[in-house]
């Protein structure tokens, strides 16, 4: 299957401290999906992307499509304490099914 | 706000006995998606269904599995001879259309086979 590459697979950071993301992989995808799962719970969407180049915020979100529709990019601005979880992108290329990626973990330290 | 439910949230079951995993997607949404996750590990498409058929599938659906939309609004994933390497989070999925597609998923249903 498509393997789309999460960096940095963890993160460790201060409350209020800014927060980046990305997402890379080998093939052109279509659209792509950010979620937020916590613990035990089903993956929560935060923000979609249909568009090379497009810029989207949701809050404190942004994300953007990349100009190569190769990679995806999400900055959470401001972190706060719930924000911690684990955040996955999913591509989607012309068939029916999301490719997940391989997620990066959130801790804020208060 | 619509959501996707899933039923049971947990199901322990014996190695090789069937289980039936149930889901009701958000009310107007037409396309349905069955997705897994290994313990601490990536979420992993197993299946879509849209117009009453499966659209596409993974190598993971096998023929152990299969899926129905037994009414308007349930929609099941039937292993049939539970191995032990399907012990998963099992993640039931819905959206709206394929232009611009958003993919809401359920709580999941933990499935442990002993």
């Known amino acids: 299957g498509q393997q789309l590459n999460q960096s940095p697979q963890s993160m460790f950071i201060q409350e209020g401290e800014d927060v980046s993301m990305n997402c890379t992989s080998s093939s052109i995808f279509n659209t792509w999906l950010w979620y937020k799962q916590d613990p035990g719970e089903g993956p929560v969407l935060l923000i979609a992307l249909y568009k090379a180049g497009e810029l989207t915020s949701n809050g404190r979100l942004t994300a953007q499509f990349g100009i190569t529709r190769k990679d995806s990019f999400l900055n959470i601005s401001a972190s706060i304490p719930s924000d911690v979880g684990i955040y996955f992108c999913a591509g989607q290329r012309t068939g029916n099914q999301f490719y997940f990626g391989t997620g990066t973990s959130l801790t804020v330290i208060p | ?114």
């Not at chain 2, 849209?50 to 039937?78: A, C, M, W």
Request: glycine share 4%.
């Open chain 2, 1 to 114: 706000e619509p959501e996707v439910t899933q039923t049971p949230s947990h199901q322990v079951t014996q190695m090789g006995q069937e289980v039936i995993l149930r889901c009701v997607p958000i009310s107007n949404h037409l396309y349905f998606y069955w997705y897994r996750q290994i313990l601490g590990q990536k979420v992993e498409f197993l299946v879509s269904f849209y117009n009453n058929e499966i659209s596409e599938k993974s190598e993971i659906f096998d023929d152990q599995f299969s899926v129905e939309r037994p009414d308007g609004s349930n929609f099941t994933l039937k292993i049939r001879s539970t191995k032990l390497e399907d012990s998963a989070m099992y993640f039931c999925a819905s959206s709206h259309s394929r232009a611009e597609e958003k993919l809401f998923f359920g709580s999941g249903t933990q499935l442990s086979v002993l």
